[in-house]
């Protein structure tokens, strides 16, 4: 069985590419393979509370909700990403854990496939 990482930098809101890669990671996740999350950069406002997109957009943060339904609850968020865009782990809404930058390279090692976008 591979572990799968999947690493998301993009922000909320930015066409098409949150909701292509949640329906990945969860495809993924109904296979039964181990899957984590790891949000850096502008990736971190993906799961931030209170979300207030423009009209025809979806609230990203209530999109991610559905990975506890597919066991995925292995989710990091990169802890300068957060610093760098005035947020703390509290601001998000679900249970994340936070990972140094200098931590990130041990925490890939961990996993048979890396899927950074």
Do not use: W
């Amino acid at each position: 069985m591979k572990r799968y990482l999947f690493m998301l930098r993009k922000p909320p809101h930015s066409g098409s590419y949150v909701q292509e890669m949640l329906d990945i990671i969860l495809t993924t996740a109904a296979f039964d393979q181990p899957v984590a999350i790891v949000l850096l950069d502008d990736g971190v406002f993906q799961l931030k509370i209170n979300q207030r997109p423009a009209a025809g957009m979806k609230d990203t943060a209530a999109i991610f909700s559905a990975l506890e339904l597919y066991d995925v609850t292995a989710i990091y968020a990169e802890a300068e990403s957060l610093q760098e865009r005035g947020l703390i782990l509290a601001d998000l809404c679900l249970p994340v854990q936070g990972v140094g930058r200098k931590e990130l390279g041990t925490l890939m090692h961990q996993y048979d496939v890396v899927f950074s976008g």
